[in-house]
Structures are given as structure tokens and as C-alpha cells.
């Protein structure tokens, strides 16, 4: 009798997509090219934080923004003069690197900066999900409650950055920053935390000299 033998090829569901992440990132550096995935949940001023960036930003912007429906943020930044392109996914809750990689070809990289990726507000999908990025800036805001490093610790594991944006309305409300440093602190030892208001524009300067040097780094 001839031996039977059972072997179990197994690969990873998301190895297709981290494949081709990696050659958007190797494409990206080509150019002198950063890219930065940023999340965060509906409602927490991701396009307010870009804006703001931008007005403290020696390196060029460029952007891909991420949305269900819709293209009203890309017709703002467009209108002040930022390359922005559109996708939209018409359902599905994140990003991923095949859609990236080809709306990488459409974006005219002139010169080298910063490509910001603006996705989809949700605090789950896309920390799942590689899409080329050199760094995962999450965005927070005190208005969301100081408990969301504990009810969604992916993204706050994640994350290369962490932005708590709102903090001129902390008179106002109960936000708990002890509780939300902890929580944060507990996943992620040294993210740094930047305290923003994207109302007055306070702590966005610090923020654009730490991508500056992020920046630096991939360049020769």
C-alpha cells in the first residue's frame, strides 16, 4: 500500500494585500516619498488636522482621501491648492493597498514630501489593514470620551503617532486624560501623544516638525 500522506498549505488572508504594501512603500521612498495612513473615527477632525498641518509643513502634501461616499474634503484641500485625489469605496470600511497602489500612479509626484492618506473614519478596519505607510497616525479627539484605547486597542497599538485633537473643549467636559494616557500607555509605551485644538491650531507645529524628521529619515 502506498503511504498517505495529508500536508496543510495555510496563507495568511491579508498576505496578498501586505505584498503589495510593501512595493507601494518601496515606490513611495523611490520618490522621497513618506506616506502616512491617518485614522480615526467619524467626526475627529482628520481633514481639520491635515489643513493644519499643512500651515507648518516645509515638505510638499500630497493626498489620497478615503470615503465611503462622497468627495467634499477633496474638493476643500483641492481648493487650497493641496493634490488631492478621491476614493471611494461605496461600502467597505477601510483602505487597502491595492486601491492605494493604483491611485499612487495618478498622483503627480513633482517633488519629494509627504503623501497623507486619509481614511475611512473608523476606529477598527483600518488598523487591520497595511496600505504602505511609513507611519500610522491616529487621530483622537476628547470629545469621543477617554475611554477608547481600551474599547479599541488596535488601532491605539498601532499607531506611530497619536493625535488628541479638541483639547480647548476640556473645560467643558469630563474627559478623563489620566485614564486616557493609561490606557493608551498600556498598549503602546512610547507613541507620542500631541495635544492639538484644530479650532485654534494649538500643538500642530510639533506635529509637523515630528513628520519632518520621519521625512528626513527615508531620504538620502
Known sequence: MHDIRKIDIQEGILDE?????????????EHGILVVNEMGAPGVGKTTTLKNIFK??????YVIEGDIESDLDTKDLNSLGIETHQINTYGACHLDAPMIEHMTHHVHFTEPGILFIENIGNLVCPAEFSIGEHVKMLVSTVTEGSDKPYKY???FEKADIIILNKVDLIPYLDFDEEFFTKGVRALNKDVPIFK???KTGEGFEEVAAWLEEKAASIRP
Do not use: C, F, R
Open 17 to 29: 494585500n501586505d505584498h503589495i504594501a510593501e512595493h507601494v512603500k518601496e515606490h513611495m521612498e
Open 56 to 61: 507648518h509643513l516645509k515638505s510638499k502634501p
Open 153 to 155: 486597542p488596535l488601532a
Open 196 to 198: 492639538v485644538s484644530g
